[in-house]
């Protein structure tokens, strides 16, 4: 699947950065492609918390933005 812009919310911002929250049914969100709607709106380093795959195996985890270039974002867990 794809992001869902309505499941996407800013918890907090400050000095050009923000934590978002992103809750899906989907059971990965660091596929490639995934936030490139939402690239606009974040920046490198920005951290998300995300409930993933809500309707099967519910998880939650931390994920940060590691790279935007040409509207593409790439996310990797925060570890």
Known sequence: MSLALTDLSVLAYANNF????YKTEDAS???ADYFDNAAEMMNVNDMIIA???T???PTSG???VTD???GAVTLAAYS
């Not at 923000?18 to 929250?21: C, G, I, K, V």
């Open 18 to 21: 923000t934590l978002w929250h």
């Open 29 to 31: 969100i660091t596929t």
């Open 51 to 53: 409930n993933i795959d």
């Open 55 to 57: 309707d099967g195996s």
């Open 62 to 64: 931390f994920y940060i």
């Open 68 to 70: 935007i270039t040409a």
